[in-house]
């Protein structure tokens, strides 16, 4: 394991990380992180809870599904209830009930949200459409990127409110998340290359300001557990950028400390996730862990593994199935057709969830219908235990030298049968 220096004064570290296996092409790998509220075994899917809730979900049935870890945004806490109160609760675990290991992202991703109305995207059509004025369709700029950092305007009540490096250090310590990360822009594909560039150098710049704040206040509040930082790496569809940024986020020390772990952030193109995360991992520290930021479709992530990503998060498991999305080996489909009515059998009949083991389709086909909240309580629990046990299942094929079996077997269900589950009903 690679324990992470005790800042002078600070608070003790109690994170590391260790490599345990690896695949053949020496980027993939299993392993673990240790954090102050326990251990991750990696690779391994994070389950956003972005309010510091599942949305319709309890944390006792997040743990009960498997999910070693949450990520809550460090950007709605703040503007609600407010980092302070967190804080006072005991930081986020306590106040949510969660026991396990936490992150809290930076803010950066309202940069791109609400700067210019996208959503994560992995597959952007961007041909002859780079203009560094876009705007999604419908919608209003509520977020000013300047050298300092960001204005942005609240999605509640339209009040403004600055966002700097220095600010979102301060706010995700108040939260208190064992995994932080640095504040960043966040671009879309469709920036040119020239805001490209900028957007690199203004996120190493505010990735100095990060670090440097970030052992300031590990210093101040010797009685919280260590929080560790980690950088993020910016540099959308480009090889120059990418491996610039990620060798540049590896070179910056500040006290002779440099970062506990990267995140990949950024749009990425869907048909080169593989390639790009390769690039970072190539250039980054071994013996840090690499999150990506973002995803959570089955190809992604055994695409994302294959190219020595460690750790993942993303919205999608929870956000489809309150729209009656279901996630299964043999593909996706919706629970609310009429095929589905009658249905007296589970979700998905090799599932071992709490929904799956109590609940029939046709059960959560009336609950849709009938617009009950329950609905997407049972549907969530399904969708994100798939995903978690999907890369559980990545992470036991590393170890037995199996990986490159099970993604062909995996993807070869998944895509082979989508809309074999709804048929079948």
Same mark, same amino acid.
């Given at each position: 394991?690679? %324990?992470?220096? %005790?800042?002078? /004064?600070?608070?003790?570290?109690?994170?590391?990380? !260790?490599?345990?296996?690896?695949?053949? =092409?020496?980027?993939?790998?299993?392993?673990?992180?240790?954090?102050?509220?326990?251990?991750?075994?990696?690779?391994?899917?994070?389950?956003?809870?972005?309010?510091?809730?599942?949305?319709?979900?309890?944390?006792?049935? #997040?743990?009960?599904?498997?999910?070693?870890?949450?990520?809550?945004?460090?950007?709605?806490?703040?503007?609600?209830?407010? &980092?302070?109160?967190?804080?006072?609760?005991?930081?986020?675990?306590?106040?949510?009930?969660?026991?396990?290991?936490?992150?809290?992202? &930076?803010?950066?991703?309202?940069?791109? &949200?609400?700067?210019?109305?996208?959503?994560?995207?992995?597959?952007?059509?961007? @041909?002859?459409?780079?203009?560094?004025?876009?705007?999604?369709?419908?919608?209003?700029?509520?977020?000013?990127?300047?050298?300092?950092?960001?204005?942005?305007?609240?999605?509640?009540?339209? @009040?403004?409110?600055?966002?700097?490096?220095?600010?979102?250090?301060?706010?995700?310590?108040?939260?208190?998340? @064992?995994?932080?990360?640095?504040?960043?822009?966040?671009?879309?594909?469709?920036?040119?290359?020239?805001?490209?560039?900028?957007?690199?150098?203004?996120?190493?710049?505010?990735?100095?300001?990060?670090?440097?704040?970030?052992?300031?206040?590990?210093?101040?509040?010797?009685?919280?557990?260590?929080?560790?930082?980690?950088?993020?790496?910016?540099?959308?569809?480009?090889?120059?950028?990418?491996?610039?940024?990620? !060798?540049?986020?590896?070179?910056?020390?500040?006290?002779?400390?440099?970062? @506990?772990?990267?995140?990949? $952030?950024?749009?990425?193109?869907?048909?080169?996730?593989?390639?790009?995360?390769?690039?970072?991992?190539?250039?980054?520290?071994?013996?840090?862990?690499?999150?990506?930021?973002?995803?959570?479709?089955?190809?992604?992530?055994?695409?994302? #593994?294959?190219?020595?990503?460690?750790?993942?998060?993303?919205?999608?498991? &929870?956000?489809?199935?309150?729209?009656?999305?279901?996630?299964?080996?043999? /593909?996706?489909?919706?629970?609310?057709?009429?095929? =589905?009515?009658?249905?007296?059998?589970?979700?998905?009949?090799?599932?071992?969830?709490?929904?799956? !083991?109590?609940?029939?389709?046709?059960?959560?086909?009336?609950?849709?219908?009938?617009?009950?909240?329950?609905?997407?309580?049972?549907?969530?629990?399904?969708?994100?235990?798939?995903?978690?046990?999907?890369?559980?299942?990545?992470?036991?094929?590393?170890?037995?030298?199996?990986?490159?079996?099970?993604?062909? %077997?995996?993807? $070869?269900?998944?895509?082979?049968?989508?809309?074999?589950?709804?048929?079948?009903?």
């Amino acid at each position: 394991m690679t %324990e992470v220096p %005790e800042p002078s /004064g600070g608070a003790a570290t109690q994170f590391g990380f !260790r490599v345990t296996e690896r695949l053949p =092409n020496g980027l993939g790998r299993a392993g673990v992180i240790t954090t102050p509220h326990g251990q991750i075994a990696t690779p391994a899917f994070v389950v956003v809870g972005t309010k510091a809730t599942v949305k319709a979900v309890l944390p006792e049935s #997040v743990a009960d599904l498997g999910a070693q870890a949450v990520l809550a945004n460090a950007f709605h806490l703040y503007l609600q209830p407010g &980092s302070d109160v967190v804080d006072q609760a005991g930081g986020l675990g306590a106040f949510m009930n969660w026991p396990g290991p936490t992150f809290t992202d &930076s803010g950066g991703f309202q940069v791109m &949200s609400l700067g210019v109305g996208f959503k994560k995207v992995l597959a952007m059509d961007v @041909d002859g459409l780079q203009d560094d004025d876009v705007i999604a369709e419908g919608k209003q700029r509520q977020a000013h990127v300047d050298d300092d950092g960001v204005w942005f305007n609240s999605p509640i009540n339209g @009040d403004r409110h600055r966002f700097t490096p220095e600010v979102s250090m301060r706010v995700q310590h108040e939260l208190g998340a @064992d995994i932080i990360f640095a504040f960043d822009e966040l671009t879309t594909l469709l920036n040119t290359r020239q805001y490209q560039e900028q957007s690199v150098q203004r996120t190493h710049a505010w990735a100095v300001r990060c670090l440097a704040s970030h052992l300031e206040l590990t210093r101040q509040r010797t009685q919280q557990p260590y929080q560790a930082l980690f950088g993020v790496v910016q540099g959308a569809q480009y090889e120059d950028l990418r491996r610039a940024a990620c !060798r540049g986020l590896s070179a910056i020390e500040v006290d002779g400390r440099g970062f @506990d772990g990267y995140g990949i $952030g950024g749009a990425l193109e869907k048909q080169r996730l593989g390639e790009i995360v390769g690039w970072c991992s190539q250039e980054l520290p071994e013996d840090r862990p690499r999150h990506l930021l973002g995803i959570s479709e089955p190809e992604d992530l055994f695409a994302a #593994v294959a190219a020595g990503a460690d750790t993942f998060d993303c919205v999608n498991p &929870s956000r489809v199935a309150r729209n009656a999305a279901i996630y299964t080996p043999a /593909g996706r489909y919706n629970v609310n057709t009429a095929a =589905n009515r009658r249905a007296f059998r589970p979700l998905d009949d090799d599932c071992d969830c709490y929904t799956c !083991r109590h609940y029939t389709r046709a059960y959560l086909h009336h609950l849709f219908k009938a617009k009950e909240m329950l609905a997407s309580t049972l549907a969530t629990i399904h969708n994100e235990r798939f995903t978690v046990r999907l890369v559980d299942t990545i992470r036991t094929a590393i170890t037995r030298g199996e990986f490159e079996a099970c993604r062909t %077997e995996v993807l $070869g269900r998944f895509h082979g049968g989508r809309n074999a589950a709804q048929t079948q009903a």
